[in-house]
Structures are given as structure tokens and as C-alpha cells.
């Protein structure tokens, strides 16, 4: 269980979170949405700890994550950033050994290996194994850094303690198919592994379809959450967007389809 | 992963065949060449109830081998300082001599030999090379306070190599200044300072360089791995469990002491760290655990090849070994400015 208890944070005078308390339930896919300059990311941020939020404080299990060292939290907390650069020449398999560095000291064990093998494998990127990353195409680079990120959470048995997986607005360079993809992967990912599973994304239909939770953000505040159908109303989109919604229903759900004005 | 670890458990140990092949040659071959056998009986003299050494040997034994010893300790701190700044700034173009720790050492130790006299301190074997890295230290702080964004804080590469120039050039000057009122020979030789030399090599020198290598190589070793994690970003790197700020911290400090205390018994030795790590990585990747070992054997063995050709070239003469660092280094330097692959 994660926690958000009445955070706040400011940069200069201006405020990019305000009160925020949000719980996130293991096990279910939580997608934060929001108009540019919500404060999305920077509520990712502060859940993931990479930012210590002003006033209030994030609670992983009823623990204040400030409490946690880097190294202790690496273990069970993972985050895929927008997109990830690499400067050096670099395989796809050391990049993804990298999600088992907080559990490994000096070498990987054969376990780590196995780990990285079997999430490869599972995310379909073994052909890419001994590809320099810096030749991925954007789509690529961001299934592998899935599969990185995987295996920093991966169960290896050795602790029961409840793992956070975060995404920050991981859909940005995938395209559509990619995006669905996606967020299947990690809608079923979450399901089956309990893991609290906290996303940024920007499209309200794919948000809808595949969410279990959304937060809808608006000027650092949190408007609504809840399921989609609850939080996704015609008011509220129009109030934080500025946009008028359809609803059209079709085979595949029901969608949005968004007028001006 | 095991079929790269295999090869690169290969290439570091042809490696350090390789070092000891060239600081062979090292010893055997210069102003004087000596043989195998006079090398041998010359090491000979040493042991307990054997005759004094003659002239050659003691040639040998108190300006060769000190000489061709210090070379590799001072290339492979210069590899290792490459590697580590590469690795702290993402960026494949940086190295100590281009953003002022070098110059700054010179400095330091310029002052020391200038000062050291009328202030009366200096008697102490330390009281160089910690001159040197008090230097090294004010410079480097001088370029990454200059260098730094005042928006986000910062410092971009661009930058850095700019600043880089300019304290280069400041501490130059200053050192150029010092050498015109020094009465010291050492600090009054702008050359020692600017180009580099081997030539002022004792076991003394060897010893506290011995001390500073190994010792942060060592350390830079222990943070391999958190510094593979920074090849993704600080961001992602703290996602993995590493402290950032404090692995910037170490990395710098280690790179400063390192490079110090060997500027301050050859003067400035530019392009090693820059060239050393472009080497290792197009042979075996970008692991850095693999890198700083292999840094320090691939600069040791550079720099010993380019004071062999200091001292052959112009024979009985030497050149200054800075000149042949350039020679190499300023091609590739250029050749890897123009390569799109890079970002500023």
C-alpha cells in the first residue's frame, strides 16, 4: 500500500503540488492525468522519492520513505523514466543487468542472471541481448528499459515485501500499437505480481481503457479519483481541459472524441 | 553476458603482457642502450655481498629504472583520470588536462617550488605533491563553479571545455609568471611545466606516485558499478539505489589526487585520459570495472611508447613528452569534436 499524506511541494513560490493525499492499492493500475503543468510528473517524483516533498509525507506499507536508505528502497521501488540516453556504447543485457544492481554487491550471481534472462525472454527483447542500445529505435529503447525495470522488482525469493513500480509518462515515444502494448503488459504485470503500479500518461482514452484508478490532477490539486467512469466526467473534462467530450460508443468500449471550445 | 566477460578477462590480460613488454623496452632501450644481461647484473648488484655498481649500473639503477616506473604510474593515473571524468560527465570528451586539474597541479607545485624556499616549509616528502593537489583542487572547483548553469545549476560540456580553456590558460600564465622569478631550476623550466617531462624521475617521486595509483585505483574500482549505473543518467542512477552527489563527490576527489600527484613530478601530460578510454571502449565496451583496470594498464602502456619516443627521437637529447602526448592526442580529440554521435 502507498500512501500520499497531504503533500506539498513548491519550487520557488510557485506551487507544483498542493495537499495531495492519494492511497495507491497494490495489485491495481493507477494512471495520473492532468493538463500540462498539473504537477504529474512531480507527484511521480515525490512518490517515487526522488523528491522530498515541502509538507506531509509518502508512506510505503505505514513507513515515511524518508526513513528508507537508496539502496534499501532500490530493491522494491523501480521507476521508467520518458526516455533513457546512454553516452557509452552499452548491450542490451548490460543495460538490463542494471535493474539488479541494488541486489547484487560486487558481481551478478546466477540468479541475476537467470532473472534477466527470463524477464528478456518475456518482454521479447532477447534479440536485441547483444545490441549496443545506443542503435535502438525509441520504441525499442523503452521495451528494454521495461524489461530493465522489471528485473529490479523481479521476486527472487529472498524478501515478501511489497514493491512500487512508477512511469513517468512512459508512452511518449511509442507509437499507438506500442502504446496499447504497453499498457496491457503493465495492466497484467500489476495484476499478477501486487505490485503498486503508479503511471503519468497524457491520452484520456488510453487512461480510461486501461486504468483500474485514475487521479485526475488540475493546478497542483488533486479534482477526482476513482474508476475512469467515475472520475472521467463530461464536466470535469471540460472545467480541467478546457475541451468538450463525446462519448461514442464502439466494439472496443466506449471512447472519447473531443471538441474545442 | 559471459561470452563479453570472457573476452575482456582476455584482452586485460594481454593487456598487462603488454605493460610488462614495453616497460622492458623501457629500461633496455635510450640515450644509453643497455643489453639484457647488463640489465640482469645490474639488478644483481643490488643483492647483499655483491661489489658497488658501477657507473652504468648505477645509471641504470638510479635514473632508468625510476624513470621507465614512474612513466607507467603516472600513464595509468592519467588512463584512470580520463576514465573516471568520461564516466562522471556522460560524455566521451572530457578528460583531466581539458578541464584545468592538470594545470591546476602545475600551478600548485610551481608555487611550492617558488614559495617552499622563503616560506621555509617544504622539507617533507608530501609537502609537493599536496601543494599539487591543493592546486588541482582550486582549479577544478574554478572550472565547475564557472561552468554551471545559473539556471538549472548544471554544467554542460560545451561549457566545461570552454571554462576549461580559459583556467587552463589563467594557471598557464600564472605559472609562466612564476617560472620568470623563480630561482628554483625546476620552477624556473616553463617546459617541465607546460609540455611534461619524465626526465626529474627518482624512486622518491615513484614511491608517493606508487602510493596515490594504486591507491585510487583502488577506490574508483569499489564505485565501478555505481558509475555503469550513471551511464543512464543521475536520475536513473538513483533509481538503482546509488547516492549521486556522493559517488560525484569520491570520483572527483580521487580524480583530483590521482592526477595531482602526478602532474607534480612530470608537469602537465594532456590527452592520455582523453585517447585511453576511446581505445578500451572500441575493444571491449563500456563496463567500467573493465574500463579503470583497463585504463590503467592501456595509459601506462601509451605513455611509456610515447617516452620512448621522447627519448629515441632526438637521441642523446629528449623531447619534452607533452609534444608527443599532443601529437597523438590532438587528432583524436578533433576527430572525435567532428562525430555527430556525440551530444553537447
Redesign the interface.
Known amino acids: 500500500m502507498l500512501l500520499a499524506n497531504n503533500i506539498s511541494f513548491r519550487v520557488g513560490n510557485k506551487s507544483l503540488l498542493s495537499e495531495i493525499s492519494v492511497t495507491f492499492a497494490p495489485g491495481k493500475l493507477h494512471l495520473i492525468v492532468g493538463p500540462n503543468g498539473a504537477g504529474k510528473s512531480t507527484l511521480i517524483k515525490v512518490l517515487?522519492r526522488?523528491l522530498r516533498p515541502e509538507t506531509g509525507s509518502v508512506e510505503y506499507e505505514g513507513v515515511d520513505v524518508a526513513q528508507v536508505s537508496?539502496?534499501?528502497?532500490?530493491?522494491r521501488?523501480?521507476?521508467l523514466?520518458q526516455a533513457?540516453?546512454?553516452?557509452?556504447?552499452?548491450?542490451v543485457?548490460?543495460?538490463v543487468?542494471?535493474?539488479r544492481?541494488?541486489h547484487f554487491g560486487?558481481r551478478?550471481g546466477p540468479a541475476d542472471?537467470q532473472i534477466v534472462d527470463e524477464v528478456m525472454a518475456h518482454f521479447d527483447v532477447t534479440e536485441f541481448s547483444?545490441r549496443d542500445y545506443?542503435t535502438l529505435s525509441g520504441g525499442e529503447r523503452q521495451r528494454v528499459n521495461f524489461a530493465r525495470v522489471l528485473t529490479?522488482l523481479w521476486r527472487d525469493g529472498s524478501s515478501a515485501a511489497c514493491r512500487y513500480l512508477f512511469l513517468d509518462e512512459p508512452l511518449t515515444f511509442l507509437d499507438i500499437r506500442h502504446q496499447i502494448d504497453f499498457l496491457k503488459k503493465i495492466g497484467t504485470f500489476a495484476a499478477a505480481s501486487d505490485v503498486v503500479t503508479v503511471g503519468v500518461v497524457h491520452d484520456l482514452n488510453l487512461a480510461a481503457r486501461f486504468a483500474d484508478h485514475i487521479v485526475l490532477l488540475h493546478e497542483a490539486r488533486v479534482v477526482a479519483h476513482g474508476t475512469p467512469t467515475e472520475v472521467l466526467t463530461s464536466e470535469r473534462i471540460q472545467d480541467v481541459f478546457g475541451v468538450t467530450p463525446t462519448f461514442v460508443e464502439s466494439d472496443s468500449g466506449m471512447h472519447l472524441v473531443f471538441g474545442v471550445g | 553476458?559471459t561470452?563479453?566477460h570472457r573476452s575482456r578477462h582476455v584482452l586485460l590480460s594481454a593487456l598487462t603482457v603488454v605493460t610488462l613488454l614495453v616497460l622492458a623496452a623501457s629500461i633496455r632501450f635510450g640515450a644509453i642502450d643497455f643489453s639484457i644481461s647488463e640489465i640482469g647484473r645490474a639488478l644483481a648488484s643490488l643483492l647483499p655481498g655483491r661489489p658497488e655498481p658501477n657507473l652504468d649500473q648505477r645509471i641504470l639503477l638510479e635514473l632508468r629504472f625510476p624513470r621507465a616506473v614512474l612513466c607507467l604510474l603516472v600513464g595509468a593515473s592519467l588512463g584512470v583520470g580520463g576514465t573516471l571524468m568520461q564516466a562522471l560527465f556522460?560524455?566521451?570528451i572530457v578528460e583531466p588536462g581539458l578541464v584545468g586539474t592538470s594545470s591546476g597541479a602545475a600551478f600548485g607545485s610551481a608555487m611550492f617550488f617558488v614559495l617552499g624556499g622563503v616560506l621555509h616549509i617544504g622539507t617533507s616528502l608530501w609537502s609537493l605533491p599536496i601543494a599539487a593537489c591543493i592546486g588541482g583542487v582550486i582549479s577544478s572547483y574554478l572550472v565547475f563553479l564557472l561552468a554551471r548553469s545559473r539556471k538549472d545549476g548544471r554544467a554542460s560540456i560545451v561549457m566545461l571545455l570552454l571554462t576549461g580553456l580559459a583556467v587552463n590558460a589563467l594557471f598557464m600564465s600564472a605559472i609562466g609568471f612564476l617560472s620568470y622569478i623563480a630561482r628554483d631550476p625546476q620552477a624556473r623550466s616553463i617546459t617541465f611545466w607546460s609540455l611534461g617531462t619524465l626526465s626529474g624521475a627518482s624512486w622518491k617521486a615513484v614511491e608517493i606516485v606508487t602510493i596515490s595509483t594504486v591507491v585510487g585505483t583502488a577506490i574508483a574500482l569499489r564505485y565501478a558499478?555505481q558509475l555503469?549505473?550513471l551511464?543512464?543518467?543521475e536520475?536513473?542512477a538513483?533509481?538503482?539505489?546509488?547516492?549521486v552527489n556522493r559517488l560525484k563527490w569520491i570520483i572527483l576527489s580521487v580524480n583530483v589526487v590521482i592526477v595531482a600527484v602526478a602532474t607534480a613530478f612530470t608537469g602537465v601530460i594532456s590527452f592520455v585520459g582523453l585517447v585511453v578510454p576511446h581505445i578500451l571502449?572500441m575493444l571491449g565496451?563500456?563496463?567500467n570495472r573493465y574500463l579503470i583496470a583497463g585504463s590503467a594498464l592501456t595509459g601506462a602502456i601509451l605513455l611509456t611508447l610515447a617516452d620512448l619516443i621522447a627519448r629515441l627521437s632526438v637521441r642523446p637529447a629528449e623531447l619534452p613528452i607533452g609534444i608527443v602526448t599532443s601529437a597523438v592526442g590532438v587528432p583524436v580529440f578533433i576527430f572525435l569534436l567532428r562525430r555527430r554521435?556525440?551530444?553537447f
Not at chain 1, 533513457?84 to 548491450?91: G, K
Not at chain 2, 538513483?238 to 547516492?243: H, M
Open positions: 517515487a526522488l537508496e539502496a534499501e528502497l532500490a530493491k521501488r523501480a521507476v523514466s533513457v540516453d546512454v553516452a557509452f556504447p552499452l548491450s543485457r548490460e543495460l543487468m542494471m535493474g544492481y541494488p560486487g551478478p542472471e547483444s545506443q529490479q | 553476458m561470452k563479453p556522460r560524455n566521451p558499478k555503469n549505473a551511464m543512464i543518467g536520475e536513473e538513483t533509481y538503482l539505489g546509488v547516492n571502449r565496451g563500456a563496463d554521435q556525440y551530444i
